[in-house]
């Protein structure tokens, strides 16, 4: 007799879905995305927390939240008082990463849902999220897997406030992901995240012309819960590709919380993180940064004032042990004729010069009207002179050939393709 085929992809065991909502219309919605075979059973929100445990007889239960609209608050509301009574309960939030809903998404993160459906994915990916949920306990965090691949950490730290990190740091996020490549065997390039901790807090926001509802503070208060879903649900993504997670622009500036934690599941979803560190005294920055840094870019002009800060802040990185073949010296707003030449301020305190950008007036006027210099003027000098810069944030590009690399970033500004993901 004929041995009996095995099936390559095992059905999942039967899931049982109750919906929480204030009406019953979203049930007929979600079911409509699901994949064949699945159903959803309505509760009202007002409903009692025991009303599930007809449910939960029959086998795995998930419960699903309505945080779309106005039912955000009540379906926080209501989480809370499940999590309390059912600890092992996975528990989903369904919501919608249009830009009319982001705010449910947020509330959700903050009520502590460690999964998110969106209305806005596909069939395949809504199922993966409920599989998860119901495979794993609702308070047991998705950890990267064993040697997983780790993003390279590169700080942009400004030896003080005003010489221009912060706009360095979003046009080279933006241009470093248009430029990454696909890793083995995926569709999609590597994702480049844009940390800005910089001061006056969430000037990388206005210079991309983007709206956060989720900043660093609400990552570090979930860092065990980021995953990739979650990244790709509630962190700001800039039309070009880049990933930025920043401070709101009321921030008080303080000192920065350790970010150890969060910097690990970060480097663990994306293929380069980007941290804008411009205006922060050096004492302030967190040990973990800088220690777990790949590599340090000193951004400093040739003032003689930042010169001072620039002693002052290899000194203090020599006291704490960091200063060392990872930091590199970055001369921004240079003109000839303007005293000390770059390559004379690299010697003078014995940094490697990485690269020396010139003076751009332009720059200010497309920040004025919230663009980035690569939509108004995509060949102007300062672009230019990030190539030595993008190498090292894109060591995986292929290299141009017969071009040089000058000619390849050129052919590229000169595309200005901005593709949203």
């Not at 959700?108 to 994915?121: H, K, P």
């Not at 663990?268 to 940064?289: A, E, K, Y």
């Not at 040089?404 to 901005?418: A, I, N, Y």
Request: contains cysteine; glycine residues 8%; proline residues 8%.
């Amino acid at each position: 007799m004929a041995a009996p085929l095995q099936l390559l992809h095992p059905r999942p065991p039967p899931m049982t879905l109750v919906l929480y909502a204030p009406a019953s219309h979203l049930a007929a919605l979600l079911e409509a995305r699901l994949p064949v075979g699945m159903r959803v059973h309505w509760q009202d929100s007002a409903a009692p927390a025991g009303a599930l445990d007809v449910h939960r007889r029959s086998g795995p239960c998930v419960v699903l939240l309505d945080y779309l609209r106005g039912a955000a608050q009540a379906s926080s509301e209501l989480a809370r008082r499940l999590q309390r009574s059912h600890p092992d309960l996975p528990l989903v939030a369904v919501g919608s990463t249009s830009s009319k809903e982001e705010d449910g998404i947020v509330a959700a993160v903050r009520a502590g849902l460690r999964d998110i459906l969106d209305l806005e994915a596909s069939t395949a990916e809504i199922d993966a999220v409920l599989r998860r949920a119901a495979a794993l306990p609702a308070d047991v965090p998705d950890l990267p897997a064993p040697g997983a691949a780790k993003a390279r950490l590169i700080l942009l730290l400004g030896v003080r406030a005003g010489v221009g990190t912060s706009t360095l740091a979003t046009h080279l996020g933006v241009m470093a992901q248009q430029l990454a490549v696909p890793r083995a065997g995926e569709d999609d390039a590597t994702d480049t995240l844009l940390v800005d901790l910089g001061h006056p807090a969430g000037d990388a926001a206005l210079y991309l012309n983007v709206d956060s509802q989720f900043h660093y503070e609400d990552a570090l208060r979930h860092a065990n819960r980021i995953d990739a879903n979650l990244v790709r649900t509630v962190v700001t993504r800039h039309e070009g590709g880049l990933h930025l997670l920043g401070q709101p622009a009321s921030g008080d500036g303080g000192a920065l919380a350790d970010p150890a934690v969060l910097m690990q599941r970060l480097r663990g979803v994306f293929g380069t993180v980007l941290c804008d560190l411009g205006g922060v005294p050096v004492r302030q920055v967190p040990r973990s940064l800088l220690n777990g840094a790949d590599e340090i870019w000193l951004v400093a002009d040739p003032a003689i004032g930042t010169l001072v800060s620039l002693d002052q802040v290899l000194k203090h990185l020599d006291a704490i042990g960091s200063r060392d073949a990872r930091l590199q010296l970055v001369i921004n707003r240079h003109h000839q004729g303007g005293g000390l030449g770059p390559a004379q301020i690299a010697d003078r305190f014995g940094l490697p010069l990485l690269a020396t950008l010139p003076c751009c007036e332009r720059l200010r006027t497309s920040a004025n009207h919230g663009h980035l210099l690569l939509h108004d003027a995509p060949r102007a000098p300062y672009l230019r002179a990030l190539a030595p810069l993008l190498a090292r944030l894109c060591p995986a590009a292929p290299p141009a050939r017969p071009h040089t690399p000058l000619e390849t970033l050129t052919r590229f500004l000169d595309s200005r393709q901005w593709k949203r993901k």
